[in-house]
């Protein structure tokens, strides 16, 4: 027996030493190449916290994340499914299927330029893009997981190791998976649109311009490059909301039907409208506006009857129109290498 230590030790050292080898190859430095945004013109530069800079490593993991079924319970659903590129990276449903077929309550909004927003969700119940994640991975409605399961499930896969240390430096984990997937929607903006170019725009719609940032006063909430003023509205659209808005988060009855104002970049391509879907057309959203909405204590004054004539209400329509970024629903960037 005595004979056979010295092997023993040996092929125990040896073993050790290709361990060591193994562990190196699973595990790369952090890479931190930046990600440079493509801003597009008159865009402010994209701010991200400390602890999540833009690298390409995190936008690459981030993007891989986005696509994949995997964070959720049964693997059946992933981030693109409510929000498709081609649809403005959102949904054409009223409402979105989740797990099992289950229908969410709230319509599917873009991500494009949510960048920019400093809340989110439509209460603005979300404070940044990483917190944002935890929402849609538990919800019941939408992948009804846990972000420590999801976490778990990526360690075993050694793709997304080596991606997780490259991007964060250490295994996938809750921190490393939200971190990711905010990066990556970081990188997700539009502005190449008609709109941003007025010498190309149709006499009718620069028409309907003058009248969105004047007699349709759609500019006192919807302005600035993102076309909102990231605040917080009734719009009148119900004199009873089943729906509670921002009030689920403040309690305030002030708040009670109040919405965030969206940005209407892209509306074309994201019917249908309002937080449930309930409007199917940007016409009978531009109609909804001219009648002045429904009475509720909370709506906005601003929003009043606006007596368009049917041209003035196509003029309008093509503005909306002249809000499309067609490049984006096609930019190979944004899609899964
Ligand atoms: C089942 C459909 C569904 C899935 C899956 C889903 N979302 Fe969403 N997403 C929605 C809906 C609906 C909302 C609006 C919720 C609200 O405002 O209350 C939303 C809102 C958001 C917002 C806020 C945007 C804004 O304008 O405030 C972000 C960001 C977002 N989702 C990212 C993600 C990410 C990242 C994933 C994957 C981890 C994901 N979503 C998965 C349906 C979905
Ligand atoms: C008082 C502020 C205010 C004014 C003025 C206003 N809006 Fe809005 N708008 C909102 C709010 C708030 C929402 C979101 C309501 C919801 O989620 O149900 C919204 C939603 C929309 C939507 C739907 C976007 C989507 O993705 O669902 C469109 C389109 C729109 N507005 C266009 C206009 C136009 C055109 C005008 C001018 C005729 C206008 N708005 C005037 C506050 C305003």
Redesign the pocket.
Same mark, same amino acid.
């Given at each position: 027996m005595t004979k056979f230590y010295p092997i023993v030790y040996l092929f125990l050292l040896l073993a050790a030493l290709s361990m060591g080898c193994d562990k190196e190859k699973v595990l790369p430095d952090i890479d931190e190449t930046p990600f440079v945004p493509n801003l597009p013109a008159g865009f402010p530069d994209v701010v991200s916290p400390p602890d999540n800079q833009l690298t390409q490593a995190r936008v690459a993991l981030g993007k891989k994340l986005f696509y994949d079924p995997v964070l959720s319970v049964d693997s059946t659903v992933a981030c693109v499914s409510c929000h498709k590129q081609a649809l403005a990276f959102?949904d054409e449903g009223a409402v979105s299927k989740g797990v099992k077929g289950r229908l969410g309550f709230r $319509?599917s909004?873009?991500l494009a330029n949510v960048a920019y927003l400093p809340l989110l969700m439509?209460d603005g119940g979300a404070e940044t893009l990483e917190l944002q994640v935890l929402t849609p991975i538990a919800d019941h409605a939408e992948m009804d997981f846990t972000i420590a399961g999801a976490a778990k499930r990526l360690q075993n896969s050694s793709t997304y190791i080596q991606m997780s240390y490259k991007a964060y430096n250490q295994a996938p984990s809750p921190f490393v998976i939200t971190r990711a997937l905010a990066a990556f929607q970081r990188t997700i903006l539009s502005g190449n649109t008609p709109a941003d170019k007025p010498e190309t725009l149709t006499p009718q719609q620069q028409n309907g311009k003058q009248?969105?940032f004047g007699k349709? /006063?759609?500019?006192?909430?919807?302005n600035g490059f993102n076309y909102t003023n990231n605040?917080?509205? $009734? $719009?009148g #659209?119900y004199e009873m909301y089943a729906d509670s808005?921002r009030y689920r988060i403040t309690q305030k009855p002030a708040d009670m039907g109040?919405?965030? @104002?969206? %940005?209407?970049r892209n !509306?074309t391509i994201?019917p249908?409208?309002?937080? /449930?879907? %309930?409007?199917n057309t #940007?016409a009978q !959203? !531009?109609e909804h506006? $001219?009648t002045g909405g429904k009475p509720h204590p909370n709506k906005?004054p @601003? @929003?009043q009857p =606006?007596g368009l004539s049917e041209q003035e209400k196509y003029n #309008?329509l093509q503005f =909306?129109q002249a809000l499309t970024d067609s490049s984006l629903l096609n930019n190979p960037t944004f899609k899964p290498d």
């Open positions: 959102a $319509n909004p873009t439509k009248l969105f349709a /006063n759609c500019a006192q909430c919807h605040g917080f509205a $009734n $719009n #659209l808005g109040v919405f965030r @104002i969206p %940005s209407l !509306v994201t249908p409208y309002m937080y /449930n879907g %309930s409007l #940007l !959203v !531009v506006y $001219n906005s @601003i @929003i =606006l #309008l =909306l």
